[in-house]
T-cell receptor
Framework: DTAVSQTPKYLVTQMGNDKSIKCEQNLGHDTMYWYKQDSKKFLKIMFSYNNKELIINETVPNRFSPKSPDKAHLNLHINSLELGDSAVYFC????????????FGQGTRLTVV | DAKTTQPTSMDCAEGRAANLPCNHSTISGNEYVYWYRQIHSQGPQYIIHGLKNNETNEMASLIITEDRKSSTLILPHATLRDTAVYYC????????????FGAGTILRVKS
C-alpha cells in the first residue's frame, strides 16, 4: 500500500492550460503539504493544510490553488500554466503540523510546453 | 530556523561507513537536527532526528557534538542504493513550522 500517492506521475501540457494534480494519503495524518522542486533541485514548500484548513501559504502565484475535500486528500489546481511552472511537485503528509517525520509521495513531473 | 552547511558532494566505497557532516553553528537550544534523503526520481525520505543525544535507528546513526554546532549522519555499511542527496535540516518542532530543504550533500556510493 502506497502511503502518499500522487496522480499523475507525469504531466505534459501546453501553456495557458489548467491542470490538476491529485494527492491522497492513507496514513490517517492530519497535515498535508505541497512542495515544488525546480530544475536546480531545490525543494520549496508551497502550501500546507491541517484538517482541511490552510496553514502555510508561501509566496505562490494565485494561479495555484490547493483544495482539500477531506484530510486524506490535498489536490493542487494550476490555472493558466506558464513555462516556469515546469517542475516536480511533491505531496507530503505528517501526523500533525510541526511533527518531525513527513512522508512524501513519488512526485509529479509537470512539463509545460 | 538555523542555517546549515553541508559539503556539496561525497563519495563512499560500498560496504564502508558513510559519514555525512553538517554544520549548524547558529542552532538554538530548542532546535532539532533532522536528516532526510532523496534518491533519484523519488520523494524525500525521513532518516533520523535528534536534539542533544546521539540517536540510532535501523537506517542510520546521528552524532551531535556537545556544543550542538555540528552533527554527523552515519550510514554504517553503505550500499549502492544509498546513493542520494542527503539533507540536514534544523528546525523547531512547533505548530506551523515547516521543513526547509537546502542544497544537501550528494552521496555517491561506489562499488
Amino acid at each position: 500500500d502506497t502511503a502518499v500517492s500522487q496522480t499523475p506521475k507525469y504531466l505534459v501540457t501546453q501553456m495557458g492550460n489548467d491542470k490538476s494534480i491529485k494527492c491522497e494519503q492513507n496514513l490517517g495524518h492530519d497535515t498535508m503539504y505541497w512542495y515544488k522542486q525546480d530544475s536546480k533541485k531545490f525543494l520549496k514548500i508551497m502550501f500546507s493544510y491541517n484538517n482541511k484548513e490552510l496553514i502555510i501559504n508561501e509566496t505562490v502565484p494565485n494561479r495555484f490553488s490547493p483544495k482539500s475535500p477531506d484530510k486524506a486528500h490535498l489536490n493542487l489546481h494550476i490555472n493558466s500554466l506558464e513555462l516556469g511552472d515546469s517542475a516536480v511537485y511533491f505531496c507530503a503528509s505528517s501526523l500533525s503540523l510541526g511533527m518531525t517525520e513527513a512522508f512524501f509521495g513519488q512526485g509529479t513531473r509537470l512539463t509545460v510546453v | 530556523d538555523a542555517k546549515t552547511t553541508q559539503p556539496t558532494s561525497m563519495d563512499c566505497a560500498e560496504g564502508r561507513a558513510a559519514n555525512l557532516p553538517c554544520n549548524h553553528s547558529t542552532i538554538s537550544g530548542n532546535e532539532y537536527v533532522y536528516w532526510y534523503r532523496q534518491i533519484h526520481s523519488q520523494g524525500p525520505q525521513y532518516i533520523i532526528h535528534g536534539l542533544k543525544n546521539n540517536e540510532t535507528n535501523e537506517m542510520a546513526s546521528l552524532i551531535i557534538t556537545e556544543d550542538r554546532k555540528s552533527s554527523t549522519l552515519i550510514l554504517p555499511h553503505a550500499t549502492l542504493r544509498d546513493t542520494a542527496v542527503y539533507y540536514c535540516i534544523v528546525r523547531v518542532e512547533r505548530y506551523g513550522n515547516k521543513l526547509v530543504f537546502g542544497a544537501g550533500t550528494i552521496l555517491r556510493v561506489k562499488s
